[in-house]
């Protein structure tokens, strides 16, 4: 059977370390506050010049060499962002051109933090039916750029960041490599929670970021658990057959809890929110780009992926490795 199976793993991180004493020096926080209620103890933001182009093509750059895949291979690029270079055109474009791919399809997905998982199972459908052979999937974003700086609720929770992955169609045993399930939501009832007050057709702004963190943090415990039951179900596997969940990285406790719900080992949980906060469609792929360089996440493992944000969307899929 054909499969999208994952060849490669990239990531890029701009190069400004900020800690969360940094911020205490512009912003009435503390590190305590930010640790206890967040677990994060640093980010990188981008600084003039660094965008959420350049920084997903270097994850791509990554990728591509992990996979042993020349740039000229890929078919097809769907990038996952809230924070394109520019309103148009898509950011997916930019990086194709950077890394001197000709030809093939190049595009946008806008699912803020479940970015990547959107992403993802469209590159997997489009691999699937035949499309295209190689892809990448990339989630990059440059959430500094729509923080307010005088909102301490929001401004010390996100970092910038980008990763990618290689996905090829390949064909294989049923026990083999690849996607084997998928699940996406969206649900607009609650676009007040968690939106940015700007835009081209409304404000013809960019706008910055607004959040009701503690609603947020409510539903996505609740949408999370779901989903992952979901597809757990959809592969028919059980919690304990599953290596490694690499979660979308918004607050420990927002993992601690998902994964006790679940009855999932919390040493099975990649976390790379204390050093990555939150960024947004690119934590996924960056913090599973972090366990596969540091030997945790192997060939063959059954990885799980979740993600929710803004829309509300969420998303999980589970992929052999
Ligand atoms: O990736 C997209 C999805 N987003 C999320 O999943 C975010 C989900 N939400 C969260 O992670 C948490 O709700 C937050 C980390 C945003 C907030 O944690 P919380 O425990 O829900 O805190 P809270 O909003 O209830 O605020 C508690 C107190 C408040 O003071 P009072 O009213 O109790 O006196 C805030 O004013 O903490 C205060 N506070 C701060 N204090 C120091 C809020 N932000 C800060 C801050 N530093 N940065």
């Not at 103890?41 to 182009?53: F, H, M, N």
């Not at 946008?108 to 190689?134: E, I, N, P, Q």
Request: net charge negative; aromatic share 4%.
């Amino acid at each position: 059977m054909i499969r999208a199976v994952l060849t490669g793993t990239g990531s890029a991180l701009p190069r400004q370390l900020v800690t969360n004493a940094d911020l205490a020096e512009r912003v009435d926080t503390s590190d305590e506050w930010i640790v206890e209620r967040t677990g994060i103890r640093q980010r990188y933001l981008a600084e003039p010049g660094e965008t959420t182009s350049s920084l997903a093509t270097e994850a791509a750059r990554r990728a591509l060499e992990a996979a042993g895949v020349d740039a000229s291979e890929i078919g097809l690029i769907v990038l996952a962002t809230a924070t394109p270079d520019h309103t148009f055109p898509a950011t997916a474009t930019q990086v194709q051109h950077a890394l001197g791919c000709k030809g093939g399809v190049a595009f946008d997905v806008a699912a803020v933090c479940s970015g990547f998982l959107y992403a993802l199972a469209t590159a997997d459908s489009l691999l699937r039916t035949g499309m295209a052979t190689k892809a990448l999937v990339i989630g990059a974003e440059t959430f500094s750029r729509i923080l307010d700086w005088e909102d301490r609720t929001t401004c010390v929770l996100f970092g910038d960041g980008a990763g990618a992955v290689v996905l090829e169609a390949q064909d294989v045993a049923e026990n083999g490599p690849g996607i084997l399930a998928s699940k996406l939501h969206a649900d607009g009832e609650h676009k007040e929670l968690l939106y940015v007050d700007g835009g081209p057709s409304t404000t013809g702004t960019v706008g910055k970021l607004r959040m009701r963190g503690r609603e947020v943090f409510r539903h996505a415990v609740v949408n999370l658990a779901e989903v992952l039951r979901e597809t757990i179900e959809e592969a028919g596997i059980t919690v304990d057959q599953v290596d490694w969940v690499v979660p979308h990285q918004a607050n420990a406790r927002i993992l601690d809890a998902t994964a006790r719900k679940l009855g999932l080992a919390e040493e099975k949980v990649v976390v790379t929110v204390d050093r990555h906060a939150n960024t947004s469609a690119a934590s996924v792929p960056l913090a599973l780009d972090v366990a596969v360089r540091d030997g945790r996440v192997k060939k063959g493992d059954l990885v799980l992926f979740e993600a929710m944000g803004g829309g509300f969307t969420w998303g999980a899929a589970l992929a052999r490795m």
